[in-house]
Each structure stands twice: as C-alpha cells, then as structure tokens.
C-alpha cells in the first residue's frame, strides 16, 4: 500500500465540482498513469464511484444548486492499481448556506450506505422520436433528469449518442451496442455506466448544450 494522498476541489461553484475533482485526480495520477501502474480506465471509475456518491449528498439530500459554492476534500491511496477512497476523511463545506449540523448528519447517513449509493443504477425512459425516426431517451438518476440519449437502430444493434451532466458531465459519442434480441431499453441500461466511464469528459456547459440540442429534436406527437 503507497502513502496516503489527498484531493481538494478547493473553493468551486457546486456545478463544477464533479469536473474539477476528476481532473485534479487525473493530474495528481499522471506520473502513474504514464508508467502504466495504474490505467485511465481506473482512474475514470473511482472519480465516476465519488461523483456518484457526492451527488447523492449534495443534490439529492441537501438541495445545493449549481450556483451555490462547495469545497470538498478526501483522501485515497493506490492499492494493487486501484483508488481506495478513504471515505472517513471526506469533508464537505457548502456556502448557501447550508448548517454544519445539517451537512454532518447528511454525510454520516450516506456514508453508512456508501456501496449502495454508488452502485445506483441509470434509469431511461422513451421520451419521443426524432424527425428521422431515431428514438430520444431520457436518462435519470433517483428522479432527476441528468440526460438525454439518442438511439439509431442498426438490425441487431443500436448506435447510442447522448450527453449525462450527473454524476459526471460527459458526451457519449457513436457507442455501438448488441441488442441479441433483448429490449433498448434493457441493453442502454446495462451498458450506460461503461458508457458514461469511457465517454468524453466535458465542462458542464456543453454537456447542457449538447442535451438542448438533442431535446430540440425531440417529436412528441
């Protein structure tokens, strides 16, 4: 096991900070990452895993809003080339403002069910079609909307393009996936963690900008 690191967002509005934490893990692991110790893949996967779980505090429990400004801090160590996070050291600070007493019992609560937050799955739902036939599903996590993905079908496969802002914004590019007879919508599910942990890593921003462009293509009719 390597010496004990940290991460720190430092002082960031609360619509950022899945973004910054992923690219301060990814600079403070580039050394390592060059020398193969540890992939980007994994990389990828435990800032997706801590997103995840901050989401699941900050949004969904304790109401922060994009505007509203958070610094957020947690140790991890390498252990057999994965990212243990050392989820006793994570610190929240929210400035709304949100009280201490309320941001400790929200992070105790969530992390006694830490794995379970984590592993939570990425729902969809048909939502419409696109003027050329494509089909538009919308992407939640609990009972936001954090996506939208549009589905080409190609005989036994469907061609996935989409965007996530949560827990990670990321644009998902061209994916192809194998339908072997099962629904869309059971296949988009199984494959969307992969999907959001290989796909490109993007500021907020155009993730939003990507999904008004998809939800304009939307026929409801």
């Known amino acids: 096991m390597e010496a004990r690191n940290e991460i720190s967002t430092g002082l960031v509005i609360a619509g950022a900070y899945a ?8 600079a403070q692991l580039s050394s390592k990452i060059k020398s ?5 893949a994994t ?8 997103n995840m779980l901050l989401y699941n505090i900050l949004v969904e429990k304790l109401a ?27 610190r929240i600070e929210v400035y709304r403002r949100v009280s201490d007493e309320e941001v400790e019992r929200t992070l105790k609560e969530t992390l006694m069910k830490a794995e379970e937050v984590i592993e939570r799955k990425l729902t969809v739902k048909e939502v419409g079609k696109t003027p ?10 609990g009972d936001a909307e954090v996506g939208l993905l549009e589905v080409t079908s190609l005989d036994d496969e469907i061609l996935v393009r989409g965007a996530l802002t949560s827990p990670e914004p990321v644009i998902i590019e061209r994916a192809k996936l194998k339908l072997e007879g099962r629904e869309l919508a059971e296949v988009i599910e199984e494959s969307l963690r992969e999907l959001s942990e290989l796909g490109r890593r993007v500021e907020r921003e155009e993730a939003e900008e990507t999904l008004k462009k998809l939800s304009e ?4 009719g």
Request: proline share 0%; charged share 35%.
């Open 19 to 26: 973004d910054k934490l992923r690219r301060t893990l990814f």
């Open 36 to 40: 193969k110790e540890i992939s980007a």
């Open 43 to 50: 990389v990828a996967r435990a800032s997706r895993d801590l």
């Open 64 to 90: 922060v809003k994009k505007g509203d400004v958070v610094r957020i801090r947690i140790g991890y160590v390498l252990e057999d080339g994965e990212i243990k996070w050392d989820y006793d050291s994570l």
């Open 132 to 141: 050329v036939g494509d089909l538009i599903y919308s992407v939640k996590l």
């Open 217 to 220: 293509l939307v026929y409801r």
